[in-house]
C-alpha cells in the first residue's frame, strides 16, 4: 500500500492529474465510494497474500475464476441488470461447484469467496465512482496509507520490521507497489482499448497460471472431488463466455445501455 502510493504520486506528477484528484475529492459521493473501495480492494490484497503464504494458492486462484460470475450477479442484485437463460445456467453451475468444493474441504472456500466478491464489490464502487484509473488508485492507496504506515510502526516496535534489515528484501518490498499498480493501470487502459469480450477471455488467464503454479510448482493436493468441483467452474465460465461472445456478434435493434 505504502509503496503503491509513493509510485502513484510520481505517476500522477508527470501525468500532471492533480486536478482531476482535487475535482473527485470535492464530491462526497466520491469520495465515500472511493473510500469503500479502498477498503475492499485491501480485504481482497490481505485476503491474497495470506492465502499464497499458507498454502492456498489453488483455492486463491478459484476467487478469481468466480469473480466473473460474481460481477454478473452483483450487477443483478444492485444494478437491476437481467440475465438470459444461458447465463443464469452459469450462475446455477457456480453456485452447483460451490456445494461441492465445499464437500470436498469440508468447509466453504471462504478464501475463494472473499476474494470473489471482495473484488466484484471493489469493480462496483469503482465503477459508481466515475474516476479514472490514475486518480482512483492515488486516492485509494492515499485512503490506505496512514493504516499501512500505523501497522508498520507497530511492527517496528515489536520487532518484526524487516524492511531495512536486507537490502535485496528492501528493494522487493519496495518494488510490490510497482507489481501491484501496473497491472491495474494496464488494465484500467486495456479496458479503454479493447472489446470487452476479449478483455474478459484475457481475465482467465492469471488464474489459470495461478492455478498451475499451485498444482506443478507447489504441489497442492487436489482430490478427486477437488477436480469435479473446480471443472464445473470452468464448465459455468464456457457456458457464460459462448454466450458473450454470441450475443456480442448480434446485430442490436438500438444503441446498448
Known sequence: MLWSFVFLLIITA?????????????????????LAAAALVSINWGTYIWSVNNGYVVEASLGYFINPLVSVA???????????R??????GIAGLAVLVLTASYGRPPWIALILAFSFGLYGLAR???????VPALTIETGLQTPFALVYLAVLAFGGGLTFGDDPANSAMLM????????????????????????????????????FLIGVTYF???????????FSLVWLALVVFTVDVVRHSRRPVAEAPL
Open 175 to 210: 518494488t510490490a507497489g510497482v507489481a501491484t499498480t501496473v497491472p491495474l493501470l494496464l488494465f484500467g487502459a486495456a479496458a479503454i482499448r479493447l472489446p470487452l469480450v476479449v478483455l474478459g477471455l484475457l481475465q482467465y488467464l492469471a488464474p489459470i497460471i495461478q
Open 86 to 91: 444461458t447465463q443464469w445456467l452459469a450462475v
Open 127 to 133: 465503477k459508481q465512482a466515475g474516476v479514472q484509473a
Open 219 to 229: 504441489g497442492e493436493h487436489m482430490p478427486t472431488s477437488r477436480w469435479i468441483g
Open 14 to 34: 508527470v501525468m500532471r492529474s492533480w486536478s482531476q484528484i482535487r475535482t473527485a475529492l470535492a464530491d462526497r459521493r466520491v469520495r465515500l465510494l472511493l
Open 74 to 84: 452483483l450487477g443483478v442484485v444492485v444494478l437491476g441488470e437481467t440475465l438470459r
